[in-house]
Nanobody, 124 residues
Framework: QVQLVESGGGLVQAGGSLRLSCAAS????????MGWFRQAPGKERECVAA????????YSADSVKGRFTISKDNAKNTVYLQMSSLKPEDTAVYYC?????????????????WGQGTQVTVSS
């Protein structure tokens, strides 16, 4: 089993920055993909970024491209989401998730493990 714990959420002004962290523990595999999802009230959960533990594959949603950067530290089993130029529409609960396949990044049902979520609120 894999356990994921997110941290780093909070309240920021529009245009500000936050860095989210996701620490993974338990049994992990080199083929795993780590994804960041967000869900705002009344909206579906969407994938904003993903990265493979090996192979160097990354994905970023068009809505965050150029503003959000996903990265990882394999030695620490930790994935990060650096968020800059934040907008009020970025307000959501952000979740870290893990899956084995690298063929697709975005479907939430493809992910096997989920963190508890961390709230990001961007004020205008």
């Amino acid at each position: 089993q894999v356990q994921l714990v997110e941290s780093g959420g909070g309240l920021v002004q529009a245009g500000g920055s936050l860095r989210l962290s996701c620490a993974a523990s338990g049994r992990t595999f080199s083929s795993y993909v780590m994804g960041w999802f967000r869900q705002a009230p009344g909206k579906e959960r969407e994938c904003v970024a993903a990265i493979s533990w090996s192979g160097g594959l990354t994905y970023s949603a068009d809505s965050v491209k150029g503003r959000f950067t996903i990265s990882k530290d394999n030695a620490k089993n930790t994935v990060y989401l650096q968020m800059s130029s934040l907008k009020p529409e970025d307000t959501a609960v952000y979740y870290c998730a893990a899956k084995r396949s690298t063929s697709s990044f975005t479907p939430p049902l493809d992910y096997d493990y989920w963190g508890q979520g961390t709230q990001v609120t961007v004020s205008s």
